[in-house]
């Protein structure tokens, strides 16, 4: 019996050709260095703004990123989605969430299109410069509850790199 996607049950069939514009970014020459994901619960970040407004927005985001909010409708939920989006390059570096993460050294700027991306400053970019990081796919997510975020970290990945004496 077929599915509703046009397979036998049980089965999904898949396309494996390569999308133009993945073939035109150039993407097909870079390895996958490291990926991350985060959540985020707005609740959390609207209570936390609340009880300390410029301390958390200072000591987190950049002058770009709290200057590009003042466009946006959706404060609270465009906060949470940097802090998401801030975690999973954090991940995607190998480093852990935590209250002591230069936050202000990540920062979430937005394309002309749009869309997401990150732009490293300090010990994070120093980082990523030796695990041979050269390019960041980033997607923000967020609905009135919460908000996620996924960073991909590409680049090339050299065995004779830096990466183990960063510890």
């Known amino acids: 019996m077929d599915s509703i996607w046009g397979a036998e049950a049980g089965y999904l069939e898949v396309n494996d050709s390569i999308p133009q514009n993945l073939l035109n970014s150039r993407l097909d020459s870079l390895e996958v260095i490291g990926h991350g994901i985060d959540i985020t619960e707005t609740k959390r970040i609207k209570e936390l703004i609340e009880r300390a407004e410029e301390f958390l927005e200072m000591r987190c985001f950049t ?65 990523a410069v030796g695990l041979g990081i ?3 796919l980033v997607s923000i997510s967020h609905e009135s509850s919460y908000a996620a975020a996924i960073a991909i970290a590409l680049g090339r990945y050299d065995k004779q790199s830096s990466l183990f004496s960063l510890k």
Request: glycine share 10%.
């Open 63 to 127: 002058v770009g990123e709290r200057s590009a909010y003042e466009s946006c409708t959706k404060r609270i939920e465009y906060f949470a989605g940097r802090l998401a989006a801030k975690g999973a390059v954090l991940k995607a570096l190998g480093k852990e969430r935590s209250e002591n993460a230069a936050w202000l050294d990540i920062e979430i700027k937005r394309l002309s299109t749009g869309g997401p991306s990150v732009v490293l400053h300090g010990n994070y970019q120093q980082l």
């Open 134 to 136: 050269t390019k960041w």
